[in-house]
C-alpha cells in the first residue's frame, strides 16, 4: 500500500514532509486548507479580470519555470507581470500563496524562507492552471536539479510541490501518482514533447488523489504522476508551487 497522510495545517510536521520526500507515503492531503467561499472568490475575479494567459495551449496564469528552461530573461520578464495579477487576484481573500508558504515553514522551524530572487529579480509566485473536460496532464516528474540547471533555485537538496484545489471536476481529473522515483534511465523513455511513455507505470504501486476544492496537496514532483481525462462541465482550476529546502544554508524556497 502506497498512501496519503491526512492531516489539519495545525498538525501537519516535518516528519510528514521526510516521508513524501523519502517516498514511504504517496502525499499530505490537507483537507479545506482554504475555505470553499475563499476559492470561488478567487475564481469569480479571475472571471472579471482580462488576464493574458502565459500560454494558450495550457491556460495557465503566470510562467512555469519548466516551460522556459533556456528563456531565462523571459521567464524573470513574465514573472514580474504575473507576480503584480496575483495581487489583483487576491485582494478579496486571505492570501493563499503566504497560506501555503506559512504552513511549510511550520514544518521547518530551523530554517529560513527565503525570498527567492536571482539577480534581483523574482520568480513567479505560483502558477493558476485551469483544465477543462478532456483535458489530461500526462506522465511526467518535476525536478529542478535536473531541468532547471540555469537557475538558482536548482541548487536545492529536495524540492516539494504544493496544489492547492480551487475547482473540482464533476468527475474525472484525478492525480495519480506512482511509487517510482524517476532517475536518470528513464530518459530513453521520454516523449517529445512531455513526458514519458506510460510503459514505465506498469505494475507500480499508485495513489489516486481525487480533485476537491479547498484541499491542499503536497507531493514529491520527482515520483512519477499524471492527472487523468478531466469529464463533465466543470474545469479542474489549481493553483501550483513548488517549495526547495536547502540544507546547508538551511534556506526554503519557493517558486513556479
Ligand atoms: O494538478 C495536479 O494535481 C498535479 C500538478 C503537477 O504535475 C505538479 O504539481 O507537479
Ligand atoms: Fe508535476
Same mark, same amino acid.
Request: hydrophobic residues 30%.
Given at each position: 500500500?502506497?498512501? +496519503?497522510? *491526512?492531516?489539519? /495545517? !495545525?498538525?501537519?510536521?516535518?516528519? =510528514?514532509? &521526510? @516521508? $513524501? #520526500?523519502?517516498?514511504?507515503? +504517496?502525499? *499530505?492531503?490537507? /483537507? !479545506?486548507?482554504?475555505?470553499?467561499? =475563499?476559492? &470561488? @472568490? $478567487? #475564481?469569480?475575479?479571475?472571471? +472579471?479580470?482580462?488576464?493574458?494567459?502565459?500560454?494558450?495551449?495550457?491556460?495557465?496564469?503566470?510562467?512555469?519555470?519548466?516551460?522556459?528552461?533556456?528563456?531565462?530573461?523571459?521567464?524573470?520578464?513574465?514573472?514580474?507581470?504575473?507576480?503584480?495579477?496575483?495581487?489583483?487576484?487576491?485582494?478579496?481573500?486571505?492570501?493563499?500563496?503566504?497560506?501555503?508558504?506559512?504552513?511549510?515553514?511550520?514544518?521547518?522551524?530551523?530554517?529560513?524562507?527565503?525570498?527567492?530572487?536571482?539577480?534581483?529579480?523574482?520568480?513567479?509566485?505560483?502558477?493558476?492552471?485551469?483544465?477543462?473536460?478532456?483535458?489530461?496532464?500526462?506522465?511526467?516528474?518535476?525536478?529542478?536539479?535536473?531541468?532547471?540547471?540555469?537557475?538558482?533555485?536548482?541548487?536545492?537538496?529536495?524540492?516539494?510541490?504544493?496544489?492547492?484545489?480551487?475547482?473540482?471536476?464533476?468527475?474525472?481529473?484525478?492525480?495519480?501518482?506512482?511509487?517510482?522515483?524517476?532517475?536518470?534511465?528513464?530518459?530513453?523513455?521520454?516523449?517529445?514533447?512531455?513526458?514519458?511513455?506510460?510503459?514505465?507505470?506498469?505494475?507500480?504501486?499508485?495513489?489516486?488523489?481525487?480533485?476537491?476544492?479547498?484541499?491542499?496537496?503536497?507531493?514529491?514532483?520527482?515520483?512519477?504522476?499524471?492527472?487523468?481525462?478531466?469529464?463533465?462541465?466543470?474545469?479542474?482550476?489549481?493553483?501550483?508551487?513548488?517549495?526547495?529546502?536547502?540544507?546547508?544554508?538551511?534556506?526554503?524556497?519557493?517558486?513556479?
Amino acid at each position: 500500500m502506497w498512501k +496519503s497522510i *491526512i492531516v489539519t /495545517k !495545525n498538525q501537519i510536521e516535518n516528519k =510528514d514532509i &521526510k @516521508k $513524501i #520526500i523519502d517516498g514511504e507515503n +504517496s502525499s *499530505i492531503i490537507i /483537507k !479545506n486548507f482554504l475555505k470553499k467561499e =475563499d476559492c &470561488k @472568490k $478567487i #475564481i469569480k475575479k479571475i472571471s +472579471s479580470m482580462n488576464i493574458e494567459r502565459d500560454s494558450k495551449k495550457f491556460n495557465h496564469i503566470g510562467p512555469f519555470l519548466m516551460n522556459y528552461t533556456t528563456k531565462k530573461e523571459k521567464y524573470f520578464d513574465n514573472a514580474e507581470k504575473a507576480n503584480e495579477v496575483f495581487k489583483k487576484i487576491f485582494v478579496n481573500v486571505e492570501n493563499p500563496v503566504n497560506k501555503i508558504k506559512t504552513t511549510i515553514s511550520k514544518c521547518f522551524p530551523n530554517y529560513k524562507i527565503a525570498e527567492t530572487k536571482e539577480n534581483q529579480r523574482n520568480y513567479a509566485s505560483c502558477t493558476i492552471r485551469r483544465h477543462e473536460n478532456g483535458k489530461s496532464i500526462p506522465l511526467h516528474k518535476d525536478n529542478v536539479r535536473y531541468e532547471g540547471v540555469e537557475y538558482q533555485v536548482s541548487k536545492i537538496n529536495s524540492q516539494i510541490s504544493c496544489i492547492l484545489h480551487l475547482q473540482e471536476t464533476e468527475k474525472g481529473g484525478n492525480l495519480s501518482i506512482y511509487n517510482k522515483r524517476w532517475e536518470k534511465k528513464l530518459e530513453k523513455y521520454r516523449e517529445i514533447e512531455f513526458g514519458y511513455n506510460p510503459i514505465i507505470k506498469e505494475n507500480i504501486l499508485m495513489d489516486t488523489i481525487e480533485s476537491k476544492s479547498g484541499d491542499l496537496v503536497i507531493i514529491n514532483p520527482n515520483y512519477l504522476h499524471e492527472v487523468k481525462k478531466i469529464q463533465g462541465n466543470s474545469d479542474r482550476i489549481t493553483l501550483g508551487m513548488f517549495f526547495g529546502i536547502e540544507n546547508k544554508t538551511k534556506k526554503i524556497f519557493s517558486w513556479a
